[in-house]
């Protein structure tokens, strides 16, 4: 059997003495008999860590490791720098709690402040949280920043990814808030649509940039459209493109949200990944969970605490906006850590290859007959085409090492990163052109 | 504690002066050393209706939030602008520093004088 | 220490990626962002000295005792991080086929037997990343639940008592419900009559942690969930503490309805100065088919509460932990928990006062009201003075029913003399406070800074660095 536990049998004996008892089963007189679990649990003996290392091992080796990955929709695929997996292993960042107790948590504090400044500068807002648990939660916290009692519906572009649909719907019915889906008309939010569905009870709006189809919205006449109506406009964006792309506070967004699992976290089969929040001034005491701020010590010293913690569950309850209390900091650590080491123009470079990359597979694979675009609008790094035989063409892609895209509705959605080159992209569409040769 | 006699209180410790038709409403010296150091109120909007009894806003200390109970009904004619930017006033000068003017008033809770008051608060 | 922005030299940086291999695509200018945005210029070597840094100001788990209650800081063992690491799991693409993600479902099938066991219920989703989400799942199930019945109009509210962390409350109101606070008997538990009292026709559920905040077992637990059940009421039980009784008893046999556990707490994953953690939510079967799902894996309009399935490699980290302990570990591990917790007490009584002077659990409280009354040393000025001991400071002012609070949860993996060292620390500063108040109420003397200035933080809040400060 494996234990972390240090103390002997004897020094355990000597603490249940020092206490006045003899046995274990003391500790628990409150228990009442009937519910004592007896026999124990109903698991395998322990084990050491060999034996562990090889049992988990056999199933990691189950799975398939794909050499070329040409799926997004919601989980990039991105190059980790390896100082940036190595960093956030310290044991120090690693094992520590909430750094409730500022004297001893300085380290953590700053990196947060650091990592609340990074993603600012990257959406163009004023203030950030220190993270929420991934980009559909974000945006379900951020349309709740934006009702009150007046207004209270929450509008969606139905060109948003399915899962932050769901989960904002999740969260207003929670909150017995009406959540409607905004239609999408050529791979875009059908702005015609919006318009007609922005009546005065209309608190807040969520805008995909790029969307789930990886075209650009028209985000800036959205804005209009949304700010005209006096409801509040939420854009939710890629932080890769916000290395080149318009910020949503240049679009007119009051709020920012999004996946950062492209900043430095693996796939890891779905996370645990990174929501970010950022928002205008105005919106500063609404953003949900932790903020760190700047402030000074007794000593005049210039010192890090977690600050307006009057917003949050553990003060004011019930009538808190949220209940988050852990969130994802490591990741928001090492988003810090990505961007530090990728800074304004690695950023940028990640951005343009991934386009460019992207852009370079659908020319080749729109030159194989039946293959087209599916939809007319600027993409960044993903794109739709519409395809024959599609499920032919990702098995015959697995077979070959490649995760290809991803199939919605014979349709497939595909996605480009700077890690793939270009020998794997040809090699892809050479496949894809065999199927359907 | 110091608590002028030209005003009144409410049992959740706001303080209001009439002046004509129109209800001034702050805090009492009590509820600013309770709370300590006030770093961000929550005001209601000129215009808003508040309903005795109930909650027209909320004063934020580093660790607490408190609730404010509104002592009077009516609609809101001016909230103290100067609070935003510098909450502090309310621990400084809270007899100064009122938060809420209220108009069109149409019910008034039980109040006590000064000297009720500090009873009050001895109890309290 | 100087911030990283502080540090940049315009023109410096790493080198990670090749050329662009490809014809480069560029954004229209309609699309294009006004100018870059402001981050680090920095060198590699640069870069980790400088989070090398950061990391001399954090106090870890294997930085020191850890004693913080409610968040059960135990060792978190290295071969969990290794196997998480594995490129078997960190290169799966959520969305890959079903037939390349076997070894995923293995671990998640196997992680699920385990926990469903541990819990004493029938199904689960791993889908909440932290033990707030958790709950929010778990008062999410119970109110598809009464939905289901065409019960939900009536069933407005949700009884929490006033010992529970304020995730309980905030919980119960953004699934919209009414919070309705039950006060606790003198000794820390439910008071029965007052349970009465506010149950109904419109009692949604219970939300309950057992042990509870103050570190007792309620021993009237099963009369507890009969009653709000009768009522028509469903219990939850928020697996905070779940520590104290692993393989002792399980929340399923005490008739709860649904449960979350923080893997970040009892199963021994690390809380990443704050998170990632995860939240596994279990429930009894009647409410299974009301779990989470993904609308793009699984297709379903179901209840969805994140994307994809869940905090997948933090499940990994579990899974060895359990596997490591396995029947008789998980049940030694709970022990040994609750024998830390009740030694460290025995040791600091004759101090400073426990709230509850009995058995505790895995953890137990201090009521410093008196001392304060005495010395006019406060549990914050305590909690500070431990930090100059190298000590992360327990729990503060929680639960609110005890005036002066501090929460002590040792965790089963520290050793008798780390604990007996720490009870001396204890009664050494409770000597302090006597003989010298004026220096605790300055603590910390030797700390990273001396006691920030939080109101100034709050009144005028500086939320990020500036180029132009």
Same mark, same amino acid.
């Given at each position: 059997?494996?234990?972390?536990?240090?103390?002997?049998?004897?020094?355990?004996?000597?603490?249940?003495?020092?206490?006045?008892?003899?046995?274990?089963?003391?500790?628990?007189?409150?228990?009442?008999?009937?519910?004592?679990?007896?026999?124990?649990?109903?698991?395998?003996?322990?084990?050491?860590?060999?034996?562990?290392?090889?049992?988990?091992?056999?199933?990691?080796?189950?799975?398939?490791?794909?050499?070329?990955?040409?799926?997004?929709?919601?989980?990039?695929?991105?190059?980790?720098?390896?100082?940036?997996?190595?960093?956030?292993?310290?044991?120090?960042?690693?094992?520590?709690?909430?750094?409730?107790?500022?004297?001893?948590?300085?380290?953590?504090?700053?990196?947060?402040?650091?990592?609340?400044?990074?993603?600012?500068?990257?959406?163009?807002?004023?203030?950030?949280?220190?993270?929420?648990?991934?980009?559909?939660?974000?945006?379900?916290?951020?349309?709740?920043?934006?009702?009150?009692?007046?207004?209270?519906?929450?509008?969606?572009?139905?060109?948003?990814?399915?899962?932050?649909?769901?989960?904002?719907?999740?969260?207003?019915?929670?909150?017995?808030?009406?959540?409607?889906?905004?239609?999408?008309?050529?791979?875009?939010?059908?702005?015609?649509?919006?318009?007609?569905?922005?009546?005065?009870?209309?608190?807040?709006?969520?805008?995909?940039?790029?969307?789930?189809?990886?075209?650009?919205?028209?985000?800036?006449?959205?804005?209009?459209?949304?700010?005209?109506?006096?409801?509040?406009?939420?854009?939710?964006?890629?932080?890769?493109?916000?290395?080149?792309?318009?910020?949503?506070?240049?679009?007119?967004?009051?709020?920012?949200?999004?996946?950062?699992?492209?900043?430095?976290?693996?796939?890891?089969?779905?996370?645990?990944?990174?929501?970010?929040?950022?928002?205008?001034?105005?919106?500063?005491?609404?953003?949900?969970?932790?903020?760190?701020?700047?402030?000074?010590?007794?000593?005049?010293?210039?010192?890090?605490?977690?600050?307006?913690?009057?917003?949050?569950?553990?003060?004011?309850?019930?009538?808190?906006?949220?209940?988050?209390?852990?969130?994802?900091?490591?990741?928001?650590?090492?988003?810090?850590?990505?961007?530090?080491?990728?800074?304004?123009?690695?950023?940028?470079?990640?951005?343009?290859?991934?386009?460019?990359?992207?852009?370079?597979?659908?020319?080749?694979?729109?030159?194989?007959?039946?293959?087209?675009?599916?939809?007319?609008?600027?993409?960044?790094?993903?794109?739709?085409?519409?395809?024959?035989?599609?499920?032919?063409?990702?098995?015959?892609?697995?077979?070959?090492?490649?995760?290809?895209?991803?199939?919605?509705?014979?349709?497939?959605?595909?996605?480009?990163?700077?890690?793939?080159?270009?020998?794997?992209?040809?090699?892809?569409?050479?496949?894809?052109?065999?199927?359907?040769? | 504690?110091?608590?002028?006699?030209?005003?009144?209180?409410?049992?959740?410790?706001?303080?209001?002066?009439?002046?004509?038709?129109?209800?001034?409403?702050?805090?009492?010296?009590?509820?600013?050393?309770?709370?300590?150091?006030?770093?961000?109120?929550?005001?209601?909007?000129?215009?808003?209706?508040?309903?005795?009894?109930?909650?027209?806003?909320?004063?934020?200390?580093?660790?607490?939030?408190?609730?404010?109970?509104?002592?009077?009904?009516?609609?809101?004619?001016?909230?103290?602008?100067?609070?935003?930017?510098?909450?502090?006033?309310?621990?400084?000068?809270?007899?100064?520093?009122?938060?809420?003017?209220?108009?069109?008033?149409?019910?008034?809770?039980?109040?006590?004088?000064?000297?009720?008051?500090?009873?009050?608060?001895?109890?309290? | 220490?100087?911030?990283?922005?502080?540090?940049?030299?315009?023109?410096?940086?790493?080198?990670?990626?090749?050329?662009?291999?490809?014809?480069?695509?560029?954004?229209? !200018?309609?699309?294009?962002?006004?100018?870059?945005?402001?981050?680090?210029?920095?060198?590699?070597?640069?870069?980790?000295?400088?989070?090398?840094?950061?990391?001399?100001?954090?106090?870890?788990?294997?930085?020191?005792?850890?004693?913080?209650?409610?968040?059960?800081?135990?060792?978190?063992?290295?071969?969990?991080?290794?196997?998480?690491?594995?490129?078997?799991?960190?290169?799966?693409?959520?969305?890959?086929?079903?037939?390349?993600?076997?070894?995923?479902?293995?671990?998640?099938?196997?992680?699920?037997?385990?926990?469903?066991?541990?819990?004493?219920?029938?199904?689960?989703?791993?889908?909440?990343?932290?033990?707030?989400?958790?709950?929010?799942?778990?008062?999410?199930?119970?109110?598809?639940?009464?939905?289901?019945?065409?019960?939900?109009?009536?069933?407005?509210?949700?009884?929490?008592?006033?010992?529970?962390?304020?995730?309980?409350?905030?919980?119960?109101?953004?699934?919209?419900?009414?919070?309705?606070?039950?006060?606790?008997?003198?000794?820390?538990?439910?008071?029965?009559?007052?349970?009465?009292?506010?149950?109904?026709?419109?009692?949604?559920?219970?939300?309950?942690?057992?042990?509870?905040?103050?570190?007792?077992?309620?021993?009237?637990?099963?009369?507890?969930?009969?009653?709000?059940?009768?009522?028509?009421?469903?219990?939850?039980?928020?697996?905070?503490?779940?520590?104290?009784?692993?393989?002792?008893?399980?929340?399923?046999?005490?008739?709860?309805?649904?449960?979350?556990?923080?893997?970040?707490?009892?199963?021994?994953?690390?809380?990443?100065?704050?998170?990632?953690?995860?939240?596994?939510?279990?429930?009894?079967?009647?409410?299974?088919?009301?779990?989470?799902?993904?609308?793009?894996?699984?297709?379903?309009?179901?209840?969805?509460?994140?994307?994809?399935?869940?905090?997948?490699?933090?499940?990994?980290?579990?899974?060895?932990?359990?596997?490591?302990?396995?029947?008789?570990?998980?049940?030694?591990?709970?022990?040994?928990?609750?024998?830390?917790?009740?030694?460290?007490?025995?040791?600091?009584?004759?101090?400073?006062?426990? !709230?509850?002077?009995?058995?505790?659990?895995?953890?137990?409280?201090?009521?410093?009201?008196?001392?304060?009354?005495?010395?006019?040393?406060?549990?914050?000025?305590?909690?500070?003075?431990?930090?100059?001991?190298?000590?992360?400071?327990?729990?503060?002012?929680?639960?609110?029913?005890?005036?002066?609070?501090?929460?002590?949860?040792?965790?089963?993996?520290?050793?008798?003399?780390?604990?007996?060292?720490?009870?001396?620390?204890?009664?050494?500063?409770?000597?302090?406070?006597?003989?010298?108040?004026?220096?605790?109420?300055?603590?910390?003397?030797?700390?990273?800074?001396?006691?920030?200035?939080?109101?100034?933080?709050?009144?005028?809040?500086?939320?990020?660095?500036?180029?132009?400060?």
């Amino acid at each position: 059997m494996g234990s972390y536990v240090p103390s002997t049998d004897k020094e355990r004996q000597q603490m249940l003495n020092a206490i006045g008892l003899d046995s274990f089963s003391e500790l628990y007189k409150d228990v009442p008999g009937e519910m004592y679990l007896k026999g124990g649990l109903n698991l395998p003996a322990g084990m050491s860590e060999l034996e562990v290392r090889r049992n988990i091992s056999a199933m990691a080796d189950k799975n398939t490791v794909f050499e070329t990955i040409l799926r997004g929709a919601g989980a990039y695929d991105h190059v980790i720098p390896s100082i940036v997996s190595y960093i956030p292993a310290k044991e120090e960042f690693l094992t520590a709690y909430t750094p409730y107790q500022a004297e001893m948590s300085q380290g953590i504090l700053q990196s947060i402040f650091e990592y609340q400044t990074m993603m600012c500068e990257l959406t163009g807002m004023d203030v950030s949280n220190a993270s929420v648990y991934d980009g559909a939660t974000a945006a379900a916290e951020a349309a709740a920043m934006c009702r009150d009692r007046k207004r209270t519906v929450t509008l969606i572009s139905g060109a948003s990814h399915p899962d932050t649909i769901q989960t904002v719907k999740t969260y207003c019915y929670g909150k017995n808030s009406e959540l409607k889906v905004v239609p999408v008309k050529d791979g875009k939010t059908d702005i015609d649509a919006l318009k007609k569905m922005l009546t005065d009870d209309v608190a807040g709006v969520y805008i995909q940039q790029p969307n789930f189809f990886g075209i650009f919205e028209n985000a800036d006449e959205i804005g209009e459209a949304v700010h005209t109506a006096g409801a509040a406009y939420i854009m939710g964006c890629n932080p890769i493109a916000l290395g080149i792309m318009k910020t949503p506070r240049e679009s007119g967004a009051d709020i920012a949200v999004g996946e950062a699992q492209p900043l430095g976290m693996p796939l890891g089969f779905g996370g645990p990944y990174l929501g970010y929040m950022t928002s205008t001034d105005k919106y500063m005491r609404k953003l949900p969970g932790r903020i760190v701020g700047e402030t000074v010590d007794a000593n005049g010293k210039r010192a890090y605490v977690l600050s307006l913690q009057a917003r949050e569950q553990h003060i004011r309850r019930e009538k808190a906006s949220s209940n988050i209390c852990s969130n994802e900091a490591l990741c928001a650590f090492t988003a810090g850590l990505y961007l530090s080491v990728m800074g304004a123009k690695g950023l940028a470079d990640v951005a343009t290859q991934s386009m460019s990359k992207a852009h370079y597979l659908a020319s080749k694979l729109c030159e194989i007959p039946g293959v087209s675009l599916k939809y007319s609008g600027e993409f960044f790094h993903e794109f739709v085409t519409v395809i024959p035989k599609a499920g032919k063409v990702l098995s015959a892609l697995q077979s070959n090492g490649i995760l290809g895209g991803l199939n919605i509705d014979g349709d497939i959605l595909w996605c480009a990163t700077e890690k793939v080159s270009k020998a794997e992209l040809d090699k892809a569409v050479s496949v894809v052109k065999e199927v359907l040769a | 504690m110091n608590f002028p006699n030209e005003l009144k209180y409410s049992k959740d410790h706001e303080w209001v002066k009439t002046e004509g038709e129109t209800a001034i409403i702050g805090i009492s010296d009590f509820a600013q050393d309770a709370l300590g150091d006030i770093v961000f109120v929550n005001l209601p909007e000129a215009g808003d209706e508040v309903v005795a009894g109930e909650v027209f806003g909320d004063l934020e200390s580093v660790k607490a939030v408190s609730d404010m109970l509104s002592p009077v009904s009516g609609t809101v004619a001016a909230v103290n602008e100067e609070l935003a930017d510098t909450p502090e006033i309310l621990n400084s000068d809270p007899y100064g520093a009122w938060i809420i003017k209220v108009e069109g008033i149409t019910d008034t809770e039980d109040l006590m004088d000064a000297d009720a008051y500090a009873e009050f608060c001895k109890e309290d | 220490m100087e911030l990283i922005f502080e540090k940049s030299v315009s023109g410096r940086g790493c080198s990670i990626l090749p050329a662009c291999d490809v014809e480069t695509a560029s954004l229209p !200018a309609n699309l294009s962002r006004e100018e870059p945005p402001v981050l680090p210029e920095m060198a590699e070597v640069d870069i980790s000295r400088h989070y090398t840094e950061l990391c001399g100001n954090v106090h870890g788990v294997n930085s020191g005792f850890y004693p913080l209650g409610s968040c059960t800081m135990k060792y978190n063992p290295r071969i969990d991080e290794e196997m998480a690491a594995l490129p078997g799991f960190t290169c799966i693409h959520p969305l890959a086929p079903t037939d390349s993600v076997k070894g995923c479902k293995a671990v998640f099938d196997t992680a699920k037997k385990y926990l469903l066991e541990i819990f004493g219920m029938d199904d689960c989703t791993f889908q909440p990343a932290a033990g707030a989400h958790g709950e929010f799942t778990g008062v999410m199930l119970i109110k598809k639940y009464h939905e289901s019945r065409g019960d939900a109009d009536r069933r407005t509210k949700i009884i929490v008592p006033d010992s529970a962390h304020g995730t309980n409350p905030a919980t119960a109101s953004m699934c919209g419900y009414t919070v309705v606070n039950v006060p606790s008997a003198s000794d820390g538990c439910v008071d029965l009559e007052a349970l009465k009292e506010v149950l109904g026709e419109d009692t949604a559920g219970l939300m309950l942690t057992n042990p509870n905040t103050v570190g007792i077992f309620d021993k009237n637990i099963l009369e507890i969930t009969r009653r709000v059940h009768e009522a028509g009421g469903l219990c939850y039980y928020d697996g905070a503490n779940l520590n104290a009784i692993m393989g002792i008893v399980r929340p399923g046999d005490m008739g709860f309805d649904c449960i979350h556990s923080n893997l970040h707490k009892t199963f021994a994953t690390p809380h990443g100065g704050g998170g990632p953690g995860a939240g596994v939510v279990g429930c009894k079967d009647f409410l299974a088919k009301f779990l989470p799902k993904s609308a793009l894996m699984d297709g379903e309009d179901a209840l969805q509460v994140r994307s994809f399935s869940g905090n997948f490699l933090v499940v990994v980290k579990a899974l060895a932990y359990i596997m490591t302990l396995g029947k008789e570990g998980v049940t030694e591990a709970a022990q040994n928990a609750v024998l830390n917790a009740n030694y460290l007490m025995s040791r600091i009584k004759g101090t400073f006062k426990p !709230a509850f002077d009995r058995i505790c659990m895995h953890e137990f409280v201090l009521d410093l009201s008196g001392y304060k009354e005495e010395t006019g040393v406060s549990a914050l000025d305590v909690a500070k003075t431990l930090i100059d001991y190298g000590m992360h400071p327990p729990t503060m002012y929680f639960p609110l029913i005890v005036h002066e609070a501090l929460m002590l949860e040792p965790t089963e993996t520290e050793s008798k003399e780390n604990l007996d060292k720490a009870a001396e620390v204890f009664r050494k500063l409770y000597k302090l406070g006597f003989d010298d108040p004026e220096y605790m109420k300055a603590a910390p003397h030797h700390a990273q800074i001396a006691r920030p200035d939080e109101v100034q933080a709050a009144r005028n809040p500086v939320l990020r660095w500036s180029k132009n400060d």
